[in-house]
């Protein structure tokens, strides 16, 4: 049963309508730079949902106007082989986002890989370098999946300042950017993961509570403060053969004030924002403010 009380954060609308301002920053670029921003995912191996996620991003970047390419080895690559690729992306003039589809296949270093990537170029935000900007709140690349989630909330008028953010699950990709991102915006913040006593009582005090450990309908309705804001950054494949998040969705209706489906809530806005990253970051390599660009086109959607 779906109570009226609970309302869904749609993903999917507001990642198409970043994605419609990152096209028009993209023509406004084009026609004050001559530039068009250049994509490259690098994917290793054959994982089905990397497949996927690559596909998806392919297909969004194509639409923004990018020039998008995907580099596929061979699960077999050696280290030195993926570390050939990654220079020659940097030294690529037209390539202005390098994305390494993780998790990379066992026997390969991603940590190696990854402080490889030019910072200017690295737009998941996952360098050593791009941590040290988002840590330190200096300009950078956000990783995307928790700037979607700040982006996805922002556009619904839901406050972050002030409000107590509890995040379960300590990735670099969401956990502990998530943090501190939030953190950044003024939340109060808390870092639950497998190891932490209470993990219920911690989650029954979020104000918002996001979900990104990859454990099928793990949070229940009961460790859910009623209204609280719920973002679910899990996609599993569950029992029943259908994509799910780490939340009991079903049950939460009624309970949660504001929630993310699983699909279309957290991913699409994942996509939407590394397609702004690169956008960014193609237009800082001629000298432009790819924020203003961006800034310029949403004030033309919103008339
Ligand atoms: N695998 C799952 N999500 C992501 C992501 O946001 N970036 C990268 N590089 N790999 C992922």
Redesign the pocket.
Known sequence: MTSPSTQLLDGKATAAAVRVEVQAATAALRDAHGLQPGLTVVLVGEDPA?QV?VRNKDRAATEAGFQVDTVRLPATASQEELHAVVDRLNADPAVHGI????PLPAGLDSDAVIDRLDPAKDV?G?SPRSVAAWTLGRPGHRP??PAGCLELMARYGLEVAGKHLVVIGRSM?VGKPIATLALERNATVTICHSRTQGLEDHCRRADILVAAVGRERMVKADWIRPGAVVLDVGINRGADGKLCGDVDTEAAMGVAGWITPVPGGVGPM?IAMLLRNTLCAAAASAGADGEALLAGAAGVAAG
């Open positions: 990397s996620y994305l390494v589809q993780l998941d996952l995307c999946t990709l994942t």
